[in-house]
């Protein structure tokens, strides 16, 4: 693994690994959080774990992620700019799920959208940030 000709350290390389696999495993557990009116025969994390701790533990992968993006971004010494977006998209979405833990409903069940609205954010981001970096934006 080479980034500039020069040799990449393994581990930033598998801390970059896990920063995509986490928001990915906060999907799905953020696809089977349901409100207590919403819940039917299907087993969900909210009927296993709860209404409480499932959108937390989804909210613990994207927190880690938010401050896994921040370091990778001091590391590489990436924009202000990139790192302003990853927090606000960090405090958005957890301010959306913790919004559902406070009172679980379906009108504030916004845990889904949330993590997907963080991923797809996310990955934008990282694109436009290698775009800059590079020097093609």
């Known amino acids: 693994l080479f980034v500039s000709g020069d040799q990449a350290h393994w581990g930033l390389f598998a ?3 896990v920063i ?8 799905e557990i953020a696809r089977k959080v349901r409100a207590p009116e919403d819940e039917d025969e299907y087993l969900t994390y909210t009927r296993r ?7 937390l533990v989804a ?14 971004a001091l590391v ?13 998209l960090g405090f958005a979405s957890a301010y959306m799920i913790i919004r559902f833990v ?8 916004l845990v889904r959208p949330a993590v997907e609205g963080f991923i797809i954010v996310f990955q ?5 940030e ?4 590079g020097g093609y934006l």
Not at 76 to 88: G, Y
């Open 59 to 72: 909210l613990a992968h994207l927190v880690f992620t938010t401050f896994g993006l921040i370091a990778w």
């Open 130 to 133: 290698a775009l800059h970096k």
């Open 20 to 27: 995509y696999t986490l928001p990915m495993l906060a999907w």
């Open 124 to 128: 934008i981001a990282v694109l436009l």
């Open 102 to 109: 406070r009172n679980p409903t379906s009108r504030t069940n």
């Open 15 to 17: 801390g970059l690994c």
């Open 49 to 55: 774990w709860g209404t409480r701790k499932a959108p």
């Open 76 to 88: 590489f010494h990436l924009s202000l700019l990139f790192i302003t977006v990853i927090c606000l």
